[in-house]
C-alpha cells in the first residue's frame, strides 16, 4: 500500500523556493532516509508534511493514504496518523508532560472511535511505553521538555511516538546532540516500532544513526531536490566521500 506521495512539491519561505521539485513514494512498511547538506530543505520539507505555518506550496501535491495532505490541518494530519518529531522540540512550560501524552493518544484515539482511556489506563500504558526508550517516570510530571538535556527530549519524542503509534513517522535530526547511548536507545526504540503497516521517514545530516536504524532506501536532498536514491550503501558512500559529488548528477526533470 502507497503510503505517502509525493509528486513535483516545491515550496517557499519569505519568498524564496527551498524546494524545488520533491518526487519521493513511501511505502507501507518502509524506512526511508533523507540525507544531505545543511541547507538543502530537509527540514522545510519535514515541516511541509506536517503542516508548520510560513511555507507557501507553489506546485505539486502531497498524497497520504489516498487523501490530500496539504489541505488538513496539521492536528487534522495528526489525528489521521501522521508524527513528527521536530529538530528542536518545544519547551511548554506549565504543561506536564503526561498531560500533553494523554491528550495526544485521546486526540488520535477519538479519531479511530476508540474510547478516551482514563487515568489509570494511560498510566498503565504509558510505563511501559516508557521502559522501551529507559525513561524515568519523573519525566511524566515535569513541563514539556522544560530542563530536558537534548537525549531526554530526544527519549521524550520517541516515547510520544511509541505512545500515538502513528501510521506515518517523519523523524528530523533524530541523532542530533545524543550521546552514543542515547543514540543506541532512540534507535531500538524507533527499531522496536517498525512494523509492517508503519512508515518511517528519516531525516539526517549524519551517516551514523543508519547504523542502527537501517533504512531502506536513502535518498539526496540537495538544493531542493532529490538528486540520488539508493539503499543503506549510499549513506555509507555519502559517509566516505562527503555530499559534493552528488552535485555532479544530473537534475532530474519536473
Ligand atoms: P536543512 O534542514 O536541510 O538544513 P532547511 O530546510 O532548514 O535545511 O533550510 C533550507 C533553506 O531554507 C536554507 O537556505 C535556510 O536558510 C532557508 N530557510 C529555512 N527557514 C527559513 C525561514 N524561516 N526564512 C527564510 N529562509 C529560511
Ligand atoms: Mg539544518
Ligand atoms: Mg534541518
Given at each position: 500500500m502507497k503510503m505517502l506521495e509525493i509528486k513535483n512539491l516545491h515550496a517557499k519561505i519569505d519568498g524564496k523556493e527551498i524546494l524545488r521539485g520533491i518526487n519521493l513514494t513511501v511505502n507501507a512498511g518502509e524506512v526511508h532516509a533523507i540525507m544531505g547538506p545543511n541547507g538543502a530543505g530537509k527540514s522545510t520539507l519535514s515541516n511541509v508534511l506536517t503542516g508548520r505555518e510560513g511555507y507557501e506550496i507553489t506546485q505539486g501535491e502531497v498524497i497520504?493514504?489516498?487523501?490530500?495532505?496539504?489541505?488538513?490541518?496539521?492536528?487534522?494530519?495528526?489525528?489521521?496518523g501522521v508524527f513528527l518529531a521536530f529538530q528542536y522540540p518545544v519547551e511548554i512550560p506549565g504543561v506536564s508532560n503526561i498531560y500533553l501524552l494523554k491528550a495526544a493518544l485521546n486526540a488520535v484515539r477519538k479519531h479511530q472511535g476508540l474510547e478516551e482511556l482514563d487515568a489509570i489506563d494511560f498510566l498503565t500504558l504509558v510505563r511501559s511505553k516508557m521502559q522501551l526508550v529507559k525513561m524515568d517516570e519523573q519525566f511524566l510530571h515535569r513541563s514539556v521538555n522544560e530542563g530536558f538535556s537534548g537525549g531526554e527530549k530526544k527519549r521524550n519524542e520517541i516515547l510520544q511516538m511509541a505512545l500515538l503509534e502513528p501510521e506515518l513517522a517523519i523523524l528530523d535530526e533524530t541523532d542530533s546532540g545524543l550521546d552514543i547511548d542515547a543514540l543506541r536507545t532512540v534507535s531500538e526504540g524507533v527499531n522496536a516500532l517498525r512494523n509492517s503497516d508503519r512508515s518511517i521517514v528519516m531525516i539526517t545530516h549524519y551517516?551514523?544513526?543508519?547504523?542502527?536504524?537501517?533504512?531502506?532506501?536513502?535518498?539526496v536532498l540537495s538544493e531542493g531536490r532529490i538528486v540520488k536514491s539508493g539503499d543503506k550503501e549510499l549513506a555509507k558512500e555519502l559517509e566516505k566521500s562527503g555530499y559534493s559529488w552528488v552535485h555532479d548528477a544530473p537534475e532530474p526533470e519536473g
Open positions: 497520504y493514504k489516498g487523501e490530500n495532505l496539504l489541505e488538513l490541518e496539521p492536528e487534522e494530519r495528526a489525528r489521521r551517516q551514523r544513526l543508519l547504523d542502527y536504524i537501517v533504512p531502506d532506501y536513502v535518498h
